[in-house]
């Protein structure tokens, strides 16, 4: 039996480029009925920049419904330390993306992110869709103009529409994808989506690629893992850096050497404000 998994990143984006795909997912998700989706168009997933130092926002998949909601889905396989001040992000980012000096406010659009996660963000909460929106104390709904769905494919299933999603994401074969589809009619043509579109041997490789991954990363001990966020952090700044002139051999050297995060989101800051090296190396003593 050929195993596969729709987690990897060709593998699931090339899902949700099948629009009955989409439709499917976007109704049993947000609820809306099929009829009433006349249309779920892919967009250009990259948002846009508007200053040479901005960084670059690229969601797995940009949605845009027939009334102009854009919604944004994402497949996280690893947890990320800042994971919700991430998504908060692209959400801004998503919502503000269409709109250009002198426009007004009004033509900004409802925006939604759907994010699937392959571990559990919130730890204290059993149920695995949790959705939110802008509301203040007593619960009363300021705007339905922001939406987050946060689904968590790790937790017990309760019964609902999106519990065959989940099973399908979590599927090792077209076998389970094919027994889903036989108990739920609605799953019937995403099953031969993934039948018909050369997944079977295409993400053999993506299959083994992501549990060896997953696996190594099991392994990884506390002193590995803070080393890689170090090594992340020196390469930020140092792009940062970059994009003002060409960084001396010292410097770029004392910066990959440091392991203090703290001090090195001190730098990352610092260089982002900075007018020139001459500048940074002045205000942190380098």
């Known amino acids: 039996m050929e195993r596969f998994t729709l987690k990897a990143d060709d593998a699931f984006k090339e899902l949700f480029a099948h629009e009955q795909v ?19 168009r892919l967009t250009n997933p990259f948002l846009r920049k508007f200053f040479r130092r901005q960084k670059q926002g690229i969601l797995d998949v ?15 396989v690893h947890a990320q330390r ?17 709109l250009l000096m002198g ?23 059993k149920t695995y869709h949790n959705i939110y929106r802008l509301r ?55 099953a031969e989506v993934v039948k018909h579109m050369g997944m079977i041997r295409a993400i053999r490789a993506l299959y083994d690629g992501y549990w060896r991954a997953k696996r190594d990363r099991f392994d990884e001990d506390e002193y590995v893992r803070y080393e890689g966020i170090a090594i992340g952090k020196t390469d930020d700044i140092l792009q940062l850096l970059e994009t ?4 001396p051999l010292e410097l770029r050297d004392k910066i990959k050497s ?21 500048q940074f190396r002045e205000r942190e003593n380098l």
């Not at 800042?82 to 269409?98: E, I, V, W």
């Not at 946060?150 to 309760?158: A, M, N, Q, S, T």
């Not at 730098?267 to 900075?274: F, I, Y």
């Open 82 to 98: 800042h994971f919700t001040k991430r998504n908060l992000y692209y959400l801004g980012r998503m919502y503000t993306d269409d």
């Open 22 to 40: 989409r439709k499917q997912f976007l109704s049993d998700v947000l609820e809306i009925p099929m009829e009433q989706i006349k249309s779920v």
């Open 136 to 190: 203040n104390e007593k619960g009363e709904e300021l705007t339905n103009l922001w939406e987050v769905h946060i689904i968590e494919l790790g937790k017990e299933l309760h019964g609902n529409g999106v519990d065959d999603w989940i099973r399908l994401f979590n599927a090792t074969s077209q076998d389970e994808i094919d027994q889903i589809a036989q108990k739920n009619e609605r799953m019937k043509d995403v």
């Open 258 to 278: 440091e392991q203090n995060t703290e001090l090195l989101d001190r730098w990352h800051l610092s260089a982002a404000r900075a007018e020139s090296i001459a």
């Open 62 to 76: 940009l949605l845009l419904l027939n009334d102009d909601t854009r919604i944004g889905i994402e497949m996280q």
């Open 103 to 125: 426009e007004h406010y009004g033509k900004l659009h409802r925006c939604i992110s759907i994010s699937l996660l392959d571990f559990n963000l919130l730890q204290d909460i």
């Open 244 to 247: 003002l002139g060409e960084v």
